[in-house]
């Protein structure tokens, strides 16, 4: 009891001092005065200069933001009262000049069921856009602005077949409406597949952690000499903002299609004139890898070679053809069937590795434009 009271007592000093230092440090304050007519700005420490890197990426910025465009798409919707029709704005996205006739290239899925599109410029001059062409299954489209030549330029190219992991990467774009943003990081993976508008697979897909949030799509991926590497496409996120996973198409298939798109207006692609089962058909009847053919269209070039499709016979079906390889690689599904014939050009012969009534066999097609 003696020794719980002498802890009062001491509580009670205690406190009491700490009262007192309070007391003095505000009475301190109060002397002070509040302002200083003598207050001027401090003087600026001194740097050594810019880091390398840091005039690198100054320089590309200065060099290629005039190519990066801000795009606003508009659509039309009818209210449900009055049933009037109103333009209503969509969203928005970034694209990039591809030449001075006023081509620009963005993501397909930026300008989709879009009823008009405008075009910014960094000059912040706004063009009208009309659709030059669309590949959904690559997501790149084509549009074309009527600025002179004088205000335009175009990105400079790069390649992406010959990129490596740990590479420096750059984005420009107009991410969240706040045009002309540029973030930096390198290069995570490569050669990874993402699904595009139509559920095709776009296939050898740069991964990369340079900031990419909604907005950027559409924008460029610039190497460290500032040339055109990927068109920012797509990223992984459960919230809806950057979380440090972002895809692009790379500059190869752009520099592909692009061309094609100009050319035609759409994606002029080989093919075989057949359809297809779906995997989940094919194995339910029984087969275990490959792609059964289900149809070969009369008059084709599969029919003269003939490739057989399936068919309905008395209690069952007579299995066609099942696809297993093309020109000796493998194939599983119809999106590998695609990617592989893809390689090769319209009127070029390929060679089908198929299973025809158990039996492993070959046959020599030449490739067509299909639809």
């Given at each position: 009891m003696i020794f719980f009271r002498k802890r009062i007592k001491a509580g009670y000093i205690?406190?009491?001092?700490?009262?007192?230092?309070?007391?003095?440090?505000?009475g301190a304050n109060r002397a002070r005065p509040l302002h200083d007519s003598t207050a001027m700005p401090r003087p600026v420490a001194s740097r050594n200069g810019l880091a390398s890197n840091e005039l690198n990426n100054i320089g590309i910025f200065q060099r290629v933001?005039?190519?990066v465009v801000f795009i606003n798409t508009l659509a039309l919707e009818r209210d449900f009262f009055s049933l009037d029709v109103h333009e209503l704005p969509r969203g928005t996205g970034s694209g990039f000049i591809w030449d001075r006739e006023g081509r620009i290239v963005t993501n397909y899925h930026v300008i989709e069921d879009a009823s008009r599109v405008e075009v910014t410029l960094a000059d912040?001059?706004?063009?009208?856009?009309?659709l030059v062409g669309a590949a959904p299954d690559k997501d790149l489209a084509v549009l074309k602005i009527g600025a002179p030549p004088e205000r335009l330029s175009p990105i400079p190219l790069g390649t992406s077949s010959d990129l490596q992991v740990g590479q420096t990467v750059l984005a420009i774009g107009n991410p969240f409406?706040?045009?002309?943003?540029?973030t930096r990081g390198i290069v995570s993976a490569i050669g990874r597949e993402i699904k595009?508008?139509?559920g095709r697979k776009i296939?050898?897909?740069?991964?990369?952690?340079?900031?990419?949030?909604?907005?950027?799509?559409?924008?460029?991926?610039?190497?460290s000499s500032g040339r055109l590497i990927g068109i920012n496409t797509a990223i992984y996120s459960p919230s809806g903002a950057s979380a440090g996973i972002g895809f692009a198409v790379?500059?190869?298939?752009?520099?592909?299609?692009?061309?094609?798109?100009i050319r035609d207006g759409k994606l002029v692609r080989p093919g075989l004139a057949i359809s297809v089962a779906g995997k989940s058909l094919a194995r339910r009847l029984g087969v275990k890898r490959g792609i059964l053919v289900i149809r070969v269209v009369s008059g084709s070039n599969a029919a003269r070679a003939g490739l057989r499709g399936s068919y309905r016979v008395w209690g069952g079906i007579e299995l066609g053809d099942v696809i297993?390889?093309?020109n000796g690689e493998p194939v599983d599904n119809y999106d590998d069937l695609m990617a592989e014939i893809e390689k090769y050009r319209i009127g070029s012969e390929v060679v089908l590795q198929i299973i025809r009534d158990n039996h492993p066999d070959e046959i020599k097609v030449t490739l067509e434009e299909v639809k």
């Open positions: 205690l406190a009491f001092f700490s009262m007192v230092a309070v007391a003095a440090i505000l933001a005039s190519s912040n001059s706004t063009w009208k856009a009309v409406g706040l045009d002309q943003t540029m595009s508008v139509t296939r050898g897909v740069i991964q990369t952690d340079a900031s990419i949030n909604p907005g950027n799509s559409g924008g460029p991926l610039l190497d790379p500059v190869d298939e752009v520099n592909r299609v692009v061309p094609a798109l297993i390889g093309v």
